[in-house]
């Protein structure tokens, strides 16, 4: 068993894959027991076995495989990384398991699949098993066909797709082996049980035996619908509830489920689809036209056959379907009619959905032929017809269906209405609206009166299939007038229907209001998708928005909004009585009176017609109480109206008798139930009487009670014929104001436009001014709701009245119509958009449409023009083309039957012409404009081919084809597009330029959607591989397009569908779609409630400007794109104006009008906030461009609509210049009223700004450019600062204007720059000036560098960004220019330099040429300002620049610092003092928190006396700090510079305060540490202080600086006032660093420099003249000891070092100082016993590690003072002492240990440290021990003394050699140093014998001068000391034994410490009693640990007395040379011991 313990041993991965088979068992068993206890499923664990996971099941060994698969279930059932395997894992269970003879092996392997699928790998399993069915192995093949069967039984249909199981199952039947046929029996029949007869087609062809064994199986299925009996995790909680529904009793619930499992799977989804056009015969297109009917018969018989096939190949059957609609239309022989109809439907059924397109052509000629009597082809033509509805919706074929309804003969009238009972069937409420349901009600309701009785009775059925489908609510309306034996027979027919989606009792789901329509939202919400899927008419789109819509509007009332349907009229709600009302018959005179008498009293009818008019006032009274007393239902309100009109009646001449009448009529219409009958008999009056001027109004008031009793659009409709039927003009035209009126009350619903057309039109002719007025009010009123269309009507009137008409169109642009505040409105206002389903606004959009008069020109579009459009000769195609245009244009609106025209435009979409195809594209625009929301059914057949065009190579067809798209859709809405697989089609075209345009118009339509066909996710594959497209630009339009598609489908159906990429596809876009679920917008809200539309839905979107801000309310083609690019980059923008026609002309005859008071800036709160955040989450494009593209331009109107003025919009966007220009003056004059709107619009006005940069005329730049120094004055005076979006979209594009050629413009350019550095820091807006030099614009460069100049000038180095060098060096780069401006300009920047920075300037610039140095040395000469004579000014602004700029030049010079972030070098370059080379020591730059920014240049440089007064401080009350919003008034803004964007929470004061600590002034800078402290004092408060502790040390210790540099030099201040400043800061930190939770926070690189702050203070002479001087350093003192205690050790210790490091390699540096920082990491020493647990030991070595790199022994050995080695060992001697061994493994974040030595010194320590402790017998082993030790090292030594003799034979180094060899001697007296010398020459020998003599007599010399401080002597003979010659704390470095002298040095360190007197000190007290604050001094340890060795001292001194002591003696600082003297030292050593530890008690 030998090597069973060696892989025992092994961790337990490792025996997985170990050689031995028992090792692997029992590794798998570990594994196994390691997964059952891993209760996590995320934890690391699993990650470890992730590789070998397919290891355990592909085990070579099969008991060993058995326990592997065990473990691998367990892993796969609980590791949530498990997914990741699941490939490779499943493909090895069916290679190497499946064909295993153990069974159980068989039963893990399918477990472990099965587990698979439940953790959603489903695919990948499918995919897996399906390849295993390729296997030769049968095994295989039966445990894979097993394995899916079991996944389809658990999971169901729903998770195993099953079309490619049933693919590969004929072959599985036809296997040789036994067992595989049976199992694929086994699995036909699952199969079977989740998917019924759709299974049959597949299996037709297998053998007829197996079918037949099939048939008797299938028959014994139960026939309920199978569930899922196993759930993916994600469905898991589902299947808990189904368990709770279960457990209730309840299974009505499931019942929901069923219905919709069952039809999931459609038999032609499953089936092959098969190509049949290149079979048809090649004769067919002859023999379909020959003469011969056998021939025709052949033909046909042979597509017959052809379409039998049950799926056909999507393709191009436009010939095909026109050759048979040939033959049904025209064909004589009714035998070939009915076989051609049988084809048309083998193709309806094979193609489904993409048969669609053709449908619009056939409908008709099937219908028409209807007229045959024939039963079997009657019965042909049924089947062809019902089977073409399938492919495409009822609104397609709505128009030709309507269209044949009134065909004269009865057979067609029948059929066609039997049609649309079967239509309707296939219907639901929602693919029903009201909009499309109207007209099909209208014209069934003619044919239920027929004198046919088939055809009556084929109605009602009709109309009872609509009353089924939708219910009575939605059909009532429209049954109005129908009596009650006819509505009861429709009710009867209704009872009778059927519904294909199987729904129940009709009456039930009436009450419900459909719920159960949209597929049974009870049961569960994904039931209503499946339910529409496979139903090809129904369209899921608005299906989803059913459920939430349908149960919220219509309890409250259905919208009648048809003109004639009833509405509420005076009875609020009791809608029937009003049905019964309405229709009143006409009553004589007789009754009237009878009626009347009963109600009113007899006086009154007496007195109507007295001739007294005091008597008919007074009976008028009476009849008014009478009136306003009845009740409703009371009131005959014929019969009153009829007393009314009775004798003088209208005629009445007194008019306060006629007021009164007049009033009565009013009160009956709203008090009574009030017909159109009683309507009719007054509204002649009330005509006759509305001119009148007393009377008027009463009229008006009478009108409107009508009005809102019989509905306005009837109403309207009688006044208006009356009105015009008379001759009075005040009459018409008060007719005309009182309808504009009502209009806006009433709203537009219903009202026939036409009607008013014609009577407008005879008003707008009249020759009364007056009438000609009120029309055109009217007209404005009208183009509220209608929309830009209505002015089609007119266009042929005079061009005075057109420009009239347009100047009231104008004034309504941007106008909403305002909300119906009466009639019918007052019930439905709140339920009736909900009522309608999510198309709403386009079926509203069709009432206005349909009433637009349209033209059929079906009739011009002549076979002869069809043939020019493709003739061969390209000038013929362009005459048909043009001739197309025409009619279109003459035509203006048009029906949609357009003949064969779609064939012919769709030809020329791909002409090699590309001028024909751009002219095509500008018909196809035309085309949607005149056919309105009709064009809808020619989008599949030349609506996708316009798609095709975007990949056109050329831009601007691109750009035609885009518009043309856009100008579809707007008709159309999206969904027609979505619908069918022709987009994703589009999209799979490897097409770079279609990808890119398809996908961007889809980003740009998508997220405007409430929602979308299920076909979108069609389209997902290519989009994925868009993703990766070589094309950029496709990729990142396919990036920007995904969040929308995301939002639409769902994070989850989008990462499913990344299945069947390739793995590295697969996560790059899983990635992606992360990145974009997070940016991933809300689905629109309904339109109803965004657009500002309460009238119920009445007028379309399309038709309402306002509700459509994106959209140019003047037009609905594409004006508005090429506008603002002065249409150069759109080939489209001319014929987009044509298409407008006069319109845009008109638009500049625009007034100034009263609407445009009010603000033009919107203050919308966090607008701008948004927009920043959208910007930054990539949501909106970044503003970043070389010219502005449309894409910008659209989404800068977007954004604006929101926050400015519609009318300022328009004027802002327009395309003419001069509406610039008025735009700019309406922003000058609201500048100073609006400041908030402008602050809060800034972005957006400065990229609108931009924009106009871009433009060409001068007077809108110049004009703009006067704005920019308006604004920016306003800014620094509101003391603003722009942001850093702000800036990044303005600057840049600002500075290209520095280059225009006009003097006047660059001059204003210039202004701007000055004047927006004092809103955005000139550090800032230094690099966007930099990269203006580098344009190709030498104006540009030349004013770039003078600008730079003057910055420099203004606001010194520190605006020179990223560093003065790096800037320089490219300025420097211009004066070898070849433009003499810019060389000039280059020349006087770099002089500006040196007068500010003297001869440091040649250094910045690096290296020139020769001939570009002259040239600046002269320029420097002529200049003549030397450095001393720079401006006072700046002197006294900056009086400590130089300083900061040396220590910039020598941070220049390091090189690597210059790695440092952007950000923290702006900040690093100006407080630190000595940049030292950030590659040793890279954290101290990562250490400093970044979110505190300080403008340094106004900061330090300014001294706040440059451009601002320093403002008057805001105490803030800080009790109020943990308010959420704290906001400092705003002029305190000017000292931060990124204050504005963070203003509003308890962080962002803090950050104010802080940034004020470091201000200049001495009293601003007090105030804040004042308040600061307040903070630090209350415990409460002190926490919000936390995340802003660096930030705060850093201020603190710039204003350190700034006192040290500036304020001290500074003659002029007040002394003490820098003293008070002082104490302010000390005594914050001390509050600071007694709090112990803050004082972790401080950073190691924050407190490097904080120490360095309070050691220079420390050792600052001029404190300590100062009276309190003293008190400071005492307190700075207590300071340091506190930050030493308190902050995290780690960083403390780590700053410490660097610091160390820092000031010995600084030359400058004092050694004081040095000292100091090694006093403090003493202290740090004495602490370690407490804290060593706390510190990152690894980060402290790191330092060490580092240290010792910098610093090598050597290196040490020549400072000046050897405190600094000891201090480095005495460091890591305790760490030693306290980790032990330990210590070595800490040595990890050290990348290379052979850099520095402290490895080594290390192991020597321990090693050392080893020895000490074994027994003190053993001295004298060990050292032998160590003389062995050496000698095995001999190599080295070898190599130690070739180096020293390599030495003293150079002659530079001879010295520093003999130094080295008498060291070398001294240590190793045995040393054998003869083989080096006996090859040299007798003089070299006696040389150095001689020298070693030399040196022997200095060192004992030497040794005998006595120090007075406690420091050693410098070394002034020996250059170099020999590395191992400086004492160590613990022993020499070869592990010898050290002397006491050592101890006696250590001793006087302590007693140093402690305060006890050494000798005579010649530091200043404060400097001594540095960190004797604490009362105990914490030295225990480190005397106890003396105390322990001097015992082992006495023992082995007499071994010692020779001359190793001496030689270790040397540099030690004692007096005693001999031993004797070492001896009396010990007692004394003792004794002094002995007195420091009784004091300590």
């Not at 039966?142 to 899916?148: D, I, M, N, R």
């Not at 974040?1789 to 020597?1804: P, Q, T, Y």
Request: hydrophobic share 35%; net charge neutral.
């Amino acid at each position: 068993m030998g090597d069973d313990s060696e892989w025992l041993k092994l961790p337990v991965d490792q025996k997985c894959e170990h050689k031995l088979w028992k090792a692997r068992l029992n590794g798998y068993e570990e594994a196994l027991k390691i997964f059952q206890k891993i209760r996590d499923e995320k934890s690391p664990e699993w990650s470890k076995f992730l590789g070998l996971i397919k290891k355990f099941v592909t085990d070579s060994n099969a008991v060993v495989q058995l326990k592997g698969l065990e473990a691998a279930l367990v892993y796969v059932e609980n590791a949530h990384v498990a997914g990741k395997t699941t490939g490779e894992v499943v493909s090895g269970v069916v290679s190497k398991v499946f064909n295993q003879p153990k069974a159980r092996a068989k039963e893990l392997g399918i477990e472990i699949c099965l587990m698979y699928i439940e953790i959603e790998k489903g695919e990948a399993v499918q995919e897996e098993l399906l390849k295993g069915l390729d296997n030769k192995n049968p095994k295989i093949i039966v445990a894979c066909t097993e394995t899916l069967r079991k996944a389809l039984s658990e999971f169901g249909s729903k998770v195993i797709l099953l079309k490619p199981i049933i693919k590969v199952l004929p072959k599985l039947f036809e296997s040789r082996d036994k067992a595989v046929r049976d199992e694929a029996k086994l699995i036909a029949v699952e199969i079977y049980r989740w998917i019924r007869d759709a299974l049959r087609p597949p299996l037709q062809n297998i053998n007829s035996l197996q079918l037949k064994e099939l048939e008797e199986e299938w028959v014994k299925l139960p026939t309920g619908a199978p569930k899922p009996t196993r759930f993916l995790r994600s469905q898991q909680e589902l299947e808990a509830k189904l368990e709770q529904q279960q457990s209730a009793g309840g299974d009505a619930e499931g019942g929901g489920d069923d219905g919709d499992e069952v039809p999931q799977i459609d038999a032609y989804e499953l089936l092959e689809a098969v190509e049949i056009l290149s079979k048809l015969p090649k004769d067919f297109y002859d023999k379909i036209e020959a003469k011969k009917w056998q021939e025709r018969k052949e033909a046909l018989e042979a597509v017959e056959v052809l379409v039998k096939n049950p799926k056909l190949e999507a393709g191009d059957y436009a010939d095909l379907v026109k050759a048979l609609k040939k033959v049904v239309g025209k064909d004589t022989n009714v035998m070939l009619v009915a076989l051609a109809a049988k084809c048309l439907t083998g193709l309806a059924v094979g193609l489904r959905k993409k048969f669609g397109q053709y449908a619009g052509h056939v409908v008709p000629t099937i219908l028409e032929k209807f007229k045959e009597k024939k039963p079997q082809v009657v019965q042909a033509l049924q089947e062809a017809i019902d089977a073409i509805f399938l492919t495409t919706t009822l609104q397609n074929i709505s128009e030709d269906v309507l269209a044949v309804m009134d065909n004269k003969n009865p057979t067609i009238k029948q059929q066609t209405s039997l049609f649309i009972a079967r239509s309707f069937r296939h219907c639901t409420a929602s693919t029903l609206p009201k909009s499309l349901l109207k007209p099909f009600c209208a014209a069934l309701l003619k044919h239920i009166s027929d004198s046919a009785s088939e055809v009556r009775d084929a109605a009602f059925e009709a109309l009872g299939t609509a009353l089924k489908v939708v219910g009575e609510k939605a059909v009532n309306p429209f049954l109005v007038d129908v009596d009650k034996l006819k509505l009861d027979k429709i009710k009867e027919c209704s009872e009778k229907v059927e519904l294909v989606h199987g729904k129940k009792a009709g009456q039930a789901a009436e009450k419900k209001e459909f719920k159960p329509v949209p597929g049974r939202p009870a049961s569960s919400g994904a039931a209503g998708d499946k339910d529409t899927k496979d139903i090809s008419a129904s369209k899921p789109g608005p299906l989803k928005k059913a459920p939430a819509t349908k149960t919220g509007g219509p309890p409250k009332k259905g919208k009648p909004s048809a003109p004639g349907g009833t509405g509420s009229t005076g009875t609020k709600n009791k809608k029937g009585l009003e049905i019964k009302e309405i229709v009143e018959p006409e009553l004589s005179i007789e009754v009237c009176e009878e009626k009347a008498s009963a109600v009113l009293p007899a006086t009154c009818i007496q007195l109507l017609d007295s001739s007294n008019w005091k008597e008919r006032l007074a009976c008028m009274e009476e009849f008014q109480k009478a009136v306003e007393l009845m009740d409703r239902t009371e009131m005959p309100c014929q019969a009153l109206v009829r007393m009314l009109a009775k004798k003088p009646g209208w005629k009445e001449t007194n008019f306060q008798v006629m007021q009164m009448k007049l009033h009565i009529v009013a009160l009956i219409a709203q008090k009574g139930n009030f017909s159109k009958t009683s309507a009719q008999i007054v509204l002649d009056g009330l005509v006759d009487k509305i001119g009148d001027v007393k009377c008027g109004n009463n009229a008006k008031e009478a009108m409107t009670a009508i009005a809102e009793a019989c509905m306005l659009p009837w109403t309207a409709e009688q006044v208006m014929s009356l009105a015009f039927s008379q001759k009075n003009p005040k009459n018409q035209s008060e007719t005309l104001n009182w309808l504009s009126n009502a209009i806006k009350e009433f709203g537009f619903s219903g009202l026939n436009v036409k009607a008013f057309i014609s009577n407008v039109k005879t008003a707008l002719a009249a020759t009364n001014p007056a009438v000609r007025t009120s029309a055109i009010t009217l007209l404005g009123v009208m183009y509220l709701y209608v929309g830009p269309s209505l002015r089609m009507f007119f266009e042929d009137e005079k061009p005075a009245l057109l420009s009239q008409i347009d100047a009231e169109f104008e004034k309504m642009q941007g106008q909403s119509p305002p909300a119906p505040t009466r009639g019918i409105s007052k019930h439905s206002i709140s339920g009736t958009d909900e009522g309608e389903d999510g198309d709403e606004p386009d079926d509203g959009g069709n009432d206005v449409v349909d009433l637009l008069p349209r033209t059929e020109i079906s009739d011009k579009i002549t076979s002869e023009l069809i043939s020019k459009i493709g003739d061969k000769n390209w000038k013929i195609r362009k005459e048909g083309l043009d001739e197309v245009a025409g009619i279109i244009n003459e035509a203006k609106f048009i029906q949609p039957n357009i003949g064969e025209l779609p064939t012919a435009l769709k030809g020329r979409l791909n002409d090699s012409n590309k001028i024909l195809v751009q002219q095509t594209l500008t018909i196809l625009q035309q085309l949607a404009v005149a056919m309105g929301p009709n064009i809808k059914q020619h989008v599949k057949n030349l609506g996708i081919p316009i798609i095709t065009v975007l990949g056109d190579s050329k831009n601007n067809v691109r750009a035609a084809a885009l518009a043309t798209v856009n100008a579809w859709a707007e008709q159309t809405g999206m969904k027609e597009w979505l619908e069918g697989e022709d987009l994703s089609e589009e999209l799979k075209k490897e097409n770079p330029f279609l990808r890119q345009e398809l996908l961007g118009w889809l980003a740009e339509k998508l997220p405007t959607l409430r929602s979308t066909p299920t076909d979108l996710i069609l389209c997902v594959p290519h989009l994925y591989s868009c993703l990766e497209d070589r094309n950029g630009d496709v990729r990142k339009k396919a990036q920007d397009a995904l969040p929308f598609f995301m939002m639409h489908l769902g994070y989850e159906k989008m990462a499913k569908a990344t299945g069947k990429l390739k793995p590295t596809s697969k996560d790059q876009v899983l990635a992606m779609l992360e990145k974009a679920k997070a940016n991933m917008p809300a689905k629109p809200a309904a339109p109803a409630k965004a657009a500002s539309k309460p009238m119920g839905g009445s007028a379309p979107a399309k038709f309402q400007p306002a509700s459509a801000p994106v959209e140019d309310s003047v037009s609905s083609t594409v004006e508005p794109k090429p506008d603002p690019k002065k249409a150069k980059a759109l080939g489209v923008s001319s014929k987009a104006k044509s298409a407008q026609g006069k319109k845009v002309p008109s638009k500049t005859s625009l007034k100034e009008d009263e609407d445009k008071s009010g603000p033009i800036f919107i203050v919308v709160p966090n607008g701008k906030e948004q927009r920043m955040k959208d910007e930054k989450g990539l949501k909106v494009l970044k503003w970043n461009f070389t010219t502005p593209r449309d894409e910008y331009i659209e989404q800068l109107k977007t954004q604006m609509s929101s926050c400015v003025a519609k009318w300022l919009q328009d004027e802002m966007f327009h395309s003419d210049f001069q509406h610039h220009n008025k735009a700019l003056a309406v922003m000058v004059d609201h500048l100073e009223s609006e400041k908030e709107g402008v602050i809060g619009c800034l972005d957006l006005i400065l990229k609108w700004l931009t924009l106009r940069f871009f433009d060409t005329n001068t007077s809108v730049l110049m004009k703009a450019l006067e704005y920019l120094k308006l604004l920016f004055t306003l800014l620094s005076e509101e003391e603003y600062h722009l942001t850093e979006n702000e800036a990044s979209s303005f600057i840049p594009y600002l500075i290209l204007k520095v280059g225009e050629p006009k003097d006047v413009i660059r001059k204003d350019v210039r202004a701007i720059l000055n004047r927006m550095c004092l809103v955005y820091p000139a550090s800032k807006m230094f690099p966007f000036i930099m990269e203006g030099t580098k344009s190709k614009n030498s104006k540009q460069r030349a004013e770039c560098l003078e600008e730079l100049g003057c910055l420099v000038e203004s606001y010194g180095m520190n605006v020179c960004q990223p560093t003065p060098g790096k800037a320089l060096k490219e300025i420097a780069i211009h004066i070898g220019d070849r433009d003499n401006a810019v060389r000039n300009a280059a020349l006087n920047t770099i002089v500006t330099v040196y007068n500010v920075h003297g001869d440091q300037v040649f250094k910045l610039i690096g290296t020139l040429s020769e001939k570009d140095m002259s040239m600046l040395e002269e320029r420097i000469k002529r200049s003549a300002k030397r450095p001393s004579a720079a401006p006072v000014k700046q002197v006294e602004e900056k009086p400590q620049r130089t300083q900061s700029i040396s220590s910039n030049t020598n941070m220049l010079r390091k090189g690597p610092a210059e790695d440092m972030s952007s950000k923290l070098k702006i900040m690093y370059r100006t407080y630190r003092i000595q940049a030292r080379s950030m590659s040793g020591h890279p954290e101290a730059a990562q250490m400093v928190r970044r979110e505190f920014q300080l403008d340094l240049d106004e900061i330090e440089n300014d001294n706040g006396t440059v451009r601002c007064e320093m403002p008057e401080l805001v105490q803030h009350k800080l009790d109020d700090i943990f308010e959420p919003v704290l906001i400092p008034e705003p002029k305190i803004r000017a000292l931060s510079p990124h204050f504005d964007d963070m203003h509003s929470n308890t962080a962002s004061t803090i950050n104010f305060i802080i940034s004020q600590v470091a201000s200049g002034d001495i009293n601003t800078s007090i105030q804040a540490l004042t308040q600061i402290d307040e903070v630090l004092r209350q415990e409460d408060k002190a926490e919000a202080m936390s995340g802003h502790i660096d930030q705060f040390l850093i201020a603190t210790f710039m204003q350190l600086r700034l006192i040290y540099n500036t304020h001290m030099a500074d003659e002029k201040l007040e002394k003490d006032e820098i003293i008070k400043l002082y104490s302010c800061i000390i005594g914050n930190m001390i509050s600071l660093f007694q709090i112990e939770s803050l004082a972790r926070e401080a950073s190691t690189g924050v407190l490097k420099d904080l120490m360095h702050g309070l050691i220079t203070l420390m050792l600052d002479s001029r404190i300590e003249d100062l009276e309190e001087g003293q008190q400071v350093i005492r307190s700075v003192n207590l300071l340091v000891v506190k930050v030493l205690e308190k902050s995290d050790q780690t960083n403390i210790l780590s700053a410490l070092l660097v610091l160390l490091q820092d000031s010995l390699l600084a030359t400058a540096s004092s050694p004081k100082f040095s000292e100091l920082v090694m006093k403090c990491l003493w202290r740090m020493v004495r602490l370690l016993p407490d804290t060593i647990n706390s510190i990152n030991l690894d980060r402290i070595l790191l330092d060490i590690h580092i240290f010792m790199k910098v610093f090598p022994k050597e290196k040490l050995k020549q400072c000046k003072s050897e405190f600094p080695i000891r201090t480095l060992k005495t460091l890591l001697h305790t760490l030693c002492k306290l980790k032990g061994p330990k210590i070595l493994d800490h040595l990890t974040m050290i990348d290379n240990k052979n850099e520095s030595e402290l490895e080594a010194h290390l192991c020597r320590m321990m090693k050392h440290s080893m020895d000490q402790t074994g027994s003190k017998s053993d001295k004298e082993t060990e050292k032998g021990a160590s003389r062995v030790d050496e000698k095995s090292s001999k190599a080295k030594v070898n190599d130690f003394l070739a180096e020293i003799f390599k030495k003293i034979g150079s002659k530079e180094n001879t010295k520093e050699g003999l130094a080295e060899l008498y060291e070398y001697k001294k240590k190793y007296s045995d040393a054998d140093i003869e083989p080096f010398l006996k090859n040299s020459s007798q003089f070299f020998q006696s040389y150095v014998e001689r020298g070693l003599r030399v040196i022997e007599m200095e060192r004992e010399g030497k040794g005998r001068i006595p120090t007075s401080t406690g420091i050693s002597p410098q070394m002034e003979v020996t250059c170099v000391p020999a590395p191992t010659s400086t004492v160590s704390s613990i022993g020499n470095t070869n592990g010898e034994e050290v002397g006491p002298s050592v101890y006696l040095e250590r001793l006087k360190i302590l007693r140093q410490r402690c305060g006890l007197d050494n000798t005579k000190q010649d530091d200043r007290p404060p400097l001594t009693s540095l960190l004797s604050k604490p009362a105990v001094p914490a030295v225990a340890s480190s005397t106890d640990m003396l105390h322990s060795k001097l015992s082992q001292l006495r023992e082995s001194r007499e071994q010692h007395q020779h001359s190793d002591l001496d030689s270790n003696q040397t540099h030690s600082s004692g007096t005693m040379t001999t031993s004797s003297s070492s001896t009396a030292n010990i007692d004394d050593l003792k004794k002094r011991l002995e007195r420091i530890k009784s004091s300590r008690k």
